[in-house]
């Protein structure tokens, strides 16, 4: 059994709220934006929150949402209402407020 100190689950903690807000970022796109790179990040951040692998190398989806305490099937709604609203020409959320919902 590994053991985190209090200070190590606070680091840990702050690393993987940032990496779910880039890739809640990428996937949803910044304002205007609509290049190569931004298709790429996309795509990236699209199969890495909604599809299935479990035993990714080193952090799921999944795995990331359980630590963090949050309902990635909730997340995944919310993404994919906010990708509906903008094709309407609407964003109501930015990816900090999806994560902390």
């Not at 100190?5 to 690393?15: H, K, N, V, Y």
């Not at 997340?75 to 919902?101: D, K, P, Y």
């Amino acid at each position: 059994m590994i053991r985190i100190s209090r200070d190590e689950f606070g680091g840990l903690r702050r690393m993987l709220i940032t990496m779910l807000l880039y890739a809640v970022e990428d996937y949803l796109g910044r304002r205007g934006e609509a290049n190569a790179s931004y298709a790429r990040r996309h795509d990236e951040a699209e199969t890495w929150l909604f599809g299935s692998q479990q035993t990714w190398p080193y952090f799921s989806f999944n795995q990331v949402c359980e630590v963090l305490r949050i309902e990635p099937d909730f997340v995944r709604r919310l993404l994919l209402q906010e990708m509906e609203n903008a094709r309407g020409g609407s964003r109501g959320l930015n990816a900090a407020q999806i994560i902390s919902l």
